[in-house]
Each structure stands twice: as C-alpha cells, then as structure tokens.
C-alpha cells in the first residue's frame, strides 16, 4: 500500500499514523476472529478480508502500512480471512447501533464540517437509545455496551452480549426496526371491545407503554388535551381520563372521532419516541466497522473509546478526539483549497479562512484541514 | 427423565434420544415400512400421525422417527427434509398444546431443549428478547415493534409459546439433516421412493435462462424455489438483477412465489418500485459482505457476469430485449443461425 503514497499530504499523514500506531496500543475482543478492512484516500475500505493473529501482528501492520482507515467486522470467524464470506464460517456477532448526524440539525447544511449543533444533537441521539431501549426495553447491562466516537460527526454503540451473539440479518433487523418504530402500527396496539375502548397501559413495555406515558404526561398541556376532546380542559375530566388509562381503557370520557384522533397522535408523537440509527448497519452481520481507537483518515480524529457509555456527557470531540497536538504543538504551514469555516479544534479556534489563504496551525487543526481535502502542505 | 409417554410425543428430545440408546433399536422392515409412509404422509399431506397411547406403539414411535430421518437423509433433498420438518414440528405442536394443560411440565421441558425458560406472567409468558427472534416467524403478528417488550424479555399468549417451539423444532431438523452416514440397502430403496415422489409436487421452477446468470443469483434463485427464507438485503439485490436482466415484473413475481412470506401484492409493488427508482446493481464487493456471494468470479457487478463469460456478441444481441432471458444459450444460439 506504502507504495501508491503520492502527494506530499498523503506522505505526511503516513508519517503522522505510522508514529500514531507506533506508540499506541491496540485492544479488541476476539481479534483472531476478526475480518479487518484497510482504506485509503480514495476509498474507506481498500482492502478487506485481512486477518491477524495478535495484537503485535495487528499492531505491526498498523505501523508499517498506516492506512487511513482501518475497520474490524462486528463478526467473528473461523476463517476470517476465507474468501468468498461462506468460507469464512460465521459464528456470531456484536451488535451495532451506528449513530450519525445528517447535518440537519441545526437548520442549515452543515456540509463537510459538521457544527457543534449537529455533533450535539446526534450526542443525545446516543443518550436515548441507551436510555430509553438498550437498558430498559432489550435489558443490556451497562457493561455490555462499549461507546465510541466514529471519528468523523456520529457515534457507534457496540453490544456485546451472549443474548445476541448469533442472531441473524433478520432477527437484527426485527431490532432496528424496533429501534426506528419502523412498522409501529396503531392498529396493533389499540382495539374495539363494542363500547370500550382499549389501548397500551403506561406500565407495560414496548413503545405501547411510551406512547400511553408520553400521552398522559402531554395531558397536562391544555393545548394538547383540548385537542383530544374540549371537556379536557377540565381538571377533573383529565384526571378521570389518566385513570382510565392507567388500566387500558382509552376513552371514559365520550371521545368524538377517538380512533383518528388518538391514531393522529401517535403517528405523530411516534417520531420522538423513536431512536435515530442507521438500520442497515445494524442488520449487517458482517459489518465493518471503525476500529475503535483508529485514527478516522476524514478527520484526523481518534474513533474514541469511552471509559462507560455515560461518559459520553462529558465527551466533546472537537476537544477530546484529536489525534494530535494542539494549542502550543508543533505548527504546520497548511493552504486552504476551499473557505473553512471558522473552527475550534483543542480549544484552538481559528479561522474562517478564504480558499487560497495559508496559515500557521497546531497539528491537530492542520491535519484536520488535509484530512477534509479542505487543505495543502504549504511550503 | 425415562417417560416413554414424553419421548413419544417429542421423539426429538434428548430424552428420548437416551432412551432408545439406552434401549438399542432393531430396524426390522416392518418399520422401515411405516416410516417411509410417514415421510411420505409428511411430503403429500404435510402431517404426522399421532402415536396411539400404548406403550409397545410408543416405542415403535422412537424407532419410526429414527429411521424416517435415515430414509430423508438418504433422499438428501432439500426441500424434502424443509416439508418433512415442517410437518414434524405440526405433530410436536399438536402434542405442545394438549400437554399444556394436561403436563405443563413437558412444555418446560421441550422448552429447555432449546435453552429457552419461559417466565409466566398472568395469562402470558415471558421469553427472552433473543430466543424470542431467533424463533417466531417474519410477520406482521411477531413485528417487534408492535411488542411487549421489558428487560430483554417479550410478552407472547401461551399459543404463541407453542408456536416458538414448534418453530425450534423445524429448525433443529432441518439443521440435523441430513444425517450423513452409510445406512442398509432397504433404507436407501426407501429414500430413492420418497424422493421419486418429488417432481409431481415441487413448485414449478420458472425458467429464466438461469444458465447465464452469475452463480450467486442462481443461488438465491434456486433457494427460493426450495422455500428458503432469504434475507431482505439478498432479496433486493435479486430483484434489481432480475430488473436490469430485463425480466418482467409478472416473471419476478413468480420467481419470488417461493418464499415462505410470498405476497404477490408486496412483491409487485417492491420490484415496480426498484425499477421505477433505477436502483443500481450492488457490487460483488457488496453481495460478499451480504453473504450471497457464492464464487470468486471477479466481474465487479453480478450484471458484468453474462458479457464475461459469452462476450460482447451475446450481450449484443440480447440486451434490452424483454424476456431474452427466457432463452437457453442453444435457443440463443439457434437465433443467431437466422
């Protein structure tokens, strides 16, 4: 691979990688079992169906090659290197929540430098698929969750879990839809009994019980409750109603046109009750995936390993994810090929800078920059 | 557990497994006799007989599941071995469901075969998230989402407790079989009828010039023909091949009929909508990570497969020509003659 390195940025970055690889250590479980994928500047994986042995023969190929990106299957294999996949023999898989912002968070396009906003935004995406289904709903335990950053603008979640461990495409897909409420129907949840009217009780799992907890604490909106019926101004009537369906019956009140109202709701509070993940990767039992603790060849940035998924709070990766040196650093004469935004990466803030202009920044910004293919070596 | 009444109904089970090895088991003609009619009662009417409540019957019930799974394995016929676990795990069903009431300890028991502990909770039960997707059937009553679902478990009705291992129960025999050994003579002659029986009652296989497909659709073709549940990502990427092959939307269909969801509304609408969209053919980079792919043939795209292997002059003359697929290569050929 050494031997297609052309242009001085690509010289650089292999430099820069190889001592990254050099002084880093590598971890990851079931790594003989491993399919690995190598990429490089024009394509994220390059090369697939590579194997090692160890952590050393891992660690050693890092060093010498220094691929821009290096993404390990979420499977395991008993031939991880066989080709075609058949041969492999598959024997099980972690399962993957891939995270991502579509820079649309903050109401503009974000483009090839993704906002705090949008970084924020896909940080609670994070939060709440933890919170509110893989701890409550699917009953992980917190120590079989390993959070990391993806390096770029998103988030991988990694389940490790006997639970799971062999599941197939579908049974991961049946997850993910669960995830995205893709398929939820009302129709499902809700029924005719002649007069009553039946519905999911806040106490029982399931989106069932999100939506009859999400329902009854909006009641308190007046807004909200007046849609529903008008009699629900009143405070009395509220509560009889939350009562009732508190035990499953939806409707003590004489609700007009209920089932299209209350499906009307649904469908509407069903798109903040669902989690935002990419399906696919979820789906994918061979998968490749970001190796966590690689350096991400868009960025420069570290796929960050969190020390526990809460951590994620405090985690900033425009702070906490470069690779290299900052504030203070070693500075690099780097050109813009296009106008950069104004950024702050390691506390250092810099920019905007006007395509064509050419500054002096720490390494972690520099790098940054030539990874986005937004800048040049300058001499 | 040596309850000859257990082991008869679930002829399956470990149980009764040790039982017979306990025992030994004679395989005398007569019971070769009855088996092969079992598998051929479970290939035409897709049923197993009750086992009469006499112990000398129960008996021969261990015997007769023993040598009925010799005589599919010698058939060695993937469809045989899906019907006949098909009808199987209905018998193993009916027995589930009388025993329910009647011995609830044998469903706990049938359950634990499988590593599965139902939990009960009022009139329903509780079955772990992961036992729970790995053994109820892709449809819109076991959607997930539309589920109880709490700690890693999922509320099912006692009926589709029953279901979950009836379930198990197919994929355990077809998982088993075939049972590659050297069997007698007798049981062999029985394999060779039970598999004679096929071709009046296997699906009709379309024919779309599968010869010139590249290996990994005939694959997935040939699966479909034989009931196998394709994934989704697989089923897609058949469906644009078959789209670009230039094959009609009827003809898809009928390919897809296989399935064991087959929904003739669905699948038009899906591969209407693939074509109308011009969705671009997965590489073969991509049908690998998929796990379709089932040969090295290095052409980059399923779809470069045909010009690969005939040349430009084929690709030529047959592309773009709806239902030129439809031709062996000897028809094609013919038609290059005029």
């Not at chain 1, 203070?328 to 990466?345: D, F, H, M, Y």
């Not at chain 2, 070769?32 to 019957?57: M, T």
């Not at chain 2, 020509?321 to 290569?329: A, L, R, V």
Request: aromatic share 10%; proline share 5%; with cysteine.
């Amino acid at each position: 691979m050494s031997g297609l390195i052309q242009t001085p940025e690509e010289k650089f970055l292999h430099r820069k990688f190889s001592d990254y690889y050099s002084k880093s250590t590598v971890s990851l479980r079931g790594l003989e079992k491993r399919e690995f994928g190598f990429g490089g500047w024009e394509k994220k994986i390059e090369f697939r169906h590579l194997a090692f042995k160890n952590e050393t023969e891992l660690r050693a190929r890092l060093v010498s090659e220094a691929p821009l990106y290096i993404s390990h299957s979420v499977a395991y294999y008993e031939f991880p290197d066989a080709r075609p996949m058949p041969h492999k023999n598959w024997e099980g898989s972690d399962l993957i929540f891939d995270l991502d912002t579509d820079g649309s968070a903050c109401g503009h396009v974000c483009g090839k430098f993704t906002c705090q906003k949008c970084l924020d935004a896909v940080k609670s995406d994070v939060v709440k698929l933890i919170e509110e289904f893989l701890l409550p709903d699917f009953g992980f335990s917190k120590s079989e969750l390993a959070v990391n950053f993806s390096g770029s603008r998103g988030y991988h979640v990694h389940v490790v879990s006997d639970a799971v461990y062999d599941l197939d495409r579908e049974a991961r897909r049946e997850i993910a839809d669960y995830v995205s409420g893709t398929g939820l129907s009302f129709e499902r949840l809700f029924w005719n009994d002649k007069k009553k009217f039946f519905g999911p009780l806040p106490s029982q799992g399931g989106f069932g019980g999100k939506f009859a907890r999400a329902f009854v604490t909006r009641l308190s909106d007046d807004s909200f409750a007046v849609s529903i019926a008008r009699k629900l101004r009143k405070p009395e009537e509220k509560e009889k109603l939350k009562s009732a369906i508190s035990i499953g019956n939806w409707d003590n009140i004489g609700i007009t046109n209920r089932e299209k109202k209350l499906s009307e709701k649904f469908e509407e509070m069903k798109l903040t009750m669902a989690g935002r993940i990419d399906a696919n990767v979820t789906a994918d039992v061979s998968k490749l995936i970001r190796m966590p603790d690689s350096i991400h060849g868009g960025s420069g940035f570290a796929a960050k390993r969190l020390s526990a998924p809460d951590a994620i709070s405090e985690f900033e990766p425009m702070r906490h994810a470069p690779v290299f040196g900052g504030a203070g650093s070693a500075q690099l004469r780097v050109k813009a090929t296009e106008a950069i935004p104004a950024l702050n990466i390691r506390d250092f803030s810099f920019g905007p800078i006007p395509s064509g202009e050419t500054r002096e920044l720490p390494e972690a910004c520099a790098i940054y920059l030539i990874c986005k293919k937004a800048a040049c070596i300058s001499p | 557990m040596a309850d000859l009444l257990f082991c008869s109904h679930y002829p399956f089970s470990s149980a009764a497994k040790s039982y017979v090895s306990e025992r030994g088991m004679e395989i005398v003609s007569s019971y070769i006799e009855k088996a092969e009619e079992r598998v051929s009662e479970a290939i035409v009417s897709g049923k197993v007989r009750k086992v009469p409540q006499l112990s000398e019957a129960q008996e021969e019930e261990l015997a007769l599941y023993a040598i009925a799974r010799m005589i599919v394995s010698c058939a060695n016929n993937r469809y045989l071995i899906n019907r006949y676990a098909v009808a199987e795990a209905k018998k193993t069903s009916d027995y589930l469901s009388s025993d329910a009431s009647a011995r609830p300890e044998y469903v706990d028991a049938v359950a634990a075969e499988f590593g599965i502990k139902f939990e009960k909770a009022g009139a329903y039960f509780l079955v772990p998230l992961g036992k729970y997707l790995t053994y109820t059937p892709r449809s819109t009553d076991y959607k997930l989402a539309n589920r109880e679902v709490a700690a890693g478990k999922v509320k099912v009705s006692s009926h589709e407790r029953v279901r979950i291992l009836e379930e198990a129960v197919k994929k355990k025999i077809e998982r088993e079989l075939p049972i590659r050994a050297a069997f007698p003579d007798e049981i062999k002659a029985a394999g060779a009828r039970v598999l004679a029986m096929l071709p009046k009652l296997e699906s009709v296989v379309v024919r779309v010039g599968q010869e010139n497909y590249p290996p990994c659709v005939r694959r997935m073709i040939e699966e479909l023909s034989l009931n196998v549940n394709l994934p989704h990502t697989a089923r897609v990427a058949l469906a644009i091949y078959l789209v670009r092959a230039g094959v009609a939307t009827d003809k898809i269909a009928d390919i897809f009929r296989g399935a064991p969801d087959f929904s003739e509304k669905t699948t038009h609408y899906q591969v209407e909508y693939l074509r109308t969209k011009g969705y671009m053919m997965p590489s073969c980079a991509t049908m690998d990570s998929y796990g379709v792919c089932v040969a090295d043939c290095r052409c980059g795209t399923p779809l470069n497969y045909r010009a690969g292997i005939h040349g430009r002059r084929l690709k030529n003359s047959e592309v773009s020509n709806e239902g030129s697929f439809d031709k062996t290569p000897a028809a094609a050929k013919e038609e290059g003659k005029k």
